[in-house]
């Protein structure tokens, strides 16, 4: 069984940049590929971006595409999401997520297996 614990949200403004940390226990990390998603209200769940624990092979949802950056560290059992110059759509809460089995990218949330309780994101205009 897969624990994840994001942290790292808050409101913020504009242009601003801010780092979500997403701490994993309890599996065997090689064998899971990690994600981030996310979810404004009244809208459904949206793929931000994703990564493979074992190789680093990384896609991104095209509206964040250049802007955020997801990545992995094996040592400390965590995954990041570098969210840089923040706009008000990026307002959500966002969730980290974990696919155990077939080591492959998906956009997918029904594929993930497990999901953190979410950390909220406000960006002011």
């Known amino acids: 069984q897969v624990q994840l614990v994001e942290s790292g949200g808050g409101l913020v403004q504009t242009g601003d940049s801010l780092r979500l940390s997403c701490a994993v226990s309890g599996g065997i990390l090689n064998l899971y590929t990690m994600a981030w998603f996310r979810q404004a209200p009244g809208k459904e769940r949206e793929f931000v971006a994703s990564i493979t624990w074992p190789g680093g092979s990384v896609d991104y949802g095209d509206s964040v595409q250049g802007r955020f950056t997801i990545s992995r560290d094996k040592a400390r059992n965590q995954v990041y999401l570098q969210m840089n110059n923040l706009k008000p759509e990026d307002t959500a809460v966002y969730y980290c997520?974990?696919?155990?089995?077939?080591?492959?990218?998906?956009?997918?949330?029904?594929?993930?297996?497990?999901w953190g309780q979410g950390t909220q994101i406000t960006v002011s205009s």
């Open positions: 997520a974990a696919k155990r089995g077939v080591i492959y990218l998906s956009v997918v949330p029904g594929d993930y297996d497990y």
